[in-house]
């Protein structure tokens, strides 16, 4: 069993930044998937980015210039780097940990980001 805990949301002007810091506890296995999501009012869930252990990353298109996603493998925890965050970028942030065997997925319970000026 994993439990996850986000933390670093808040309220920022258009145009600045905020990191995101996950944390777990139990046992993070070396294949496990950390990912961001994020769900803005009135819209479905959608990924924002994932990082393997070995440092692999994919961050989704209206993100990929402005957020970075970290990992530190010593502590099992996950970072989300956001900068010239916009309006839209508003949300619930979630952490997530998918492992592929078992087949299990562990989520946090979320964050809220909001960029208004």
């Known amino acids: 069993q994993v439990q996850l805990v986000e933390s670093g949301g808040g309220l920022v002007q258009p145009g600045g930044s905020l990191r995101l810091h996950c944390a777990s506890s139990g046992t993070v296995f070396g294949a496990d998937i950390f990912a961001w999501y994020r769900q803005a009012p009135g819209k479905q869930r959608e990924l924002v980015g994932t990082i393997s252990s070995g440092g692999g990353r994919f961050l989704a298109d209206p993100v990929a210039r402005r957020f970075t996603i970290s990992r530190d493998n010593a502590k099992n925890t996950a970072d989300l780097q956001m900068d010239s965050l916009m309006p839209e970028d508003t949300g619930i942030y979630f952490c997530?940990?998918?492992?592929?065997?078992?087949?299990?997925?562990?989520w946090g319970p979320g964050i809220q980001v909001t960029v208004s000026s």
């Open positions: 997530h940990l998918r492992r592929v065997s078992p087949d299990q997925e562990y």
